[in-house]
């Protein structure tokens, strides 16, 4: 099946430090890739939507300046938290989709990012 | 608009027993309909899924949904319980294939 890899699995630094994020396809070229953020016991909230080659597009309330997305080819998208407070603590997680209305999206095994 | 609702945020079934997984949908094109599981601190890994064809359909570990267009549902069962299967499990729902919808999550819990 296809393989999505995502780096850093944990991460702990102080606040104002930036942070990032970087989700790969192994198997195949990823159209798009979608970031979520994940709140302990809590549904997947969708972020940014990040197509190769233009500019992500983010979810209402989602800091543009503050989730930098890059997606520079079809198989990796970076996600940058810049100066991380405390409140940025979550567990993020990406995915990838071939861009097929009928194929599901391939998520990483997510990032836990803890902000002292 | 698309939607999907999970009902239920927990559920608990004892190792053995049928486990049985409500989501319904709302959608006014024929969906594509998913369902994911989450384990403690790891991403979501796809069971099924459903787009077009046999409306029961057979996933990983066991489980299996049925698509049903009459009940707007596609729950999730699986005839015994197993201790690894406790996990969150989420329903989704894809129409163009660019938006997904995820539910709230279930949470099953498996005793032993």
């Known amino acids: 099946g296809a393989v999505v890899s995502q780096h850093p699995s944990r991460v702990i630094c102080k606040s104002g430090t930036s942070v990032k994020i970087e989700c790969r396809s192994l198997d195949f070229q990823a159209t798009t890739m979608f970031w979520y953020r994940q709140f302990p016991k809590q549904s997947l909230m969708l972020m940014a939507t990040?197509?190769?080659?233009?500019?992500?597009?983010?979810e209402q309330g989602v800091e543009k300046d503050k989730f930098l997305i890059n997606h520079a080819s079809l198989t990796l998208s970076t996600l940058t938290v810049t100066s991380a407070h405390p409140e940025d603590s979550s567990f993020y997680i990406c995915?990838?989709?071939?861009?097929?209305?009928?194929?599901?999206?391939?998520f990483g095994d997510g990032t836990r990012l803890s902000i002292l | 608009a698309q939607s999907v609702t999970q009902l239920g945020s927990h559920v608990s079934v004892s190792e053995g027993a049928l486990v049985l997984l409500r989501c319904n949908y709302s959608s006014s094109v024929p969906p594509y309909l998913f369902w994911y599981v989450q384990y403690p601190n790891q991403g979501l890994q796809l069971l099924l899924k459903?787009?077009?064809?046999?409306?029961l359909v057979k996933g990983i570990n066991g489980f299996e949904a049925e698509f049903k267009k009459s009940e707007t549902s596609f729950h999730l069962t699986k005839p015994s319980a197993h201790m690894s299967d406790a996990a969150e499990y989420f329903c989704?729902?894809?129409?163009?294939?660019?938006?997904?919808?995820f539910g709230t999550g279930t949470s099953l819990t498996v005793i032993p």
């Open positions: 459903y787009t077009t064809g046999a409306t």
């Open positions: 989704a729902v894809s129409i163009t294939g660019n938006q997904f919808y």
């Open positions: 995915s990838a989709f071939l861009g097929q209305g009928n194929q599901p999206q391939h």
């Open positions: 990040s197509n190769e080659g233009s500019k992500a597009t983010y």
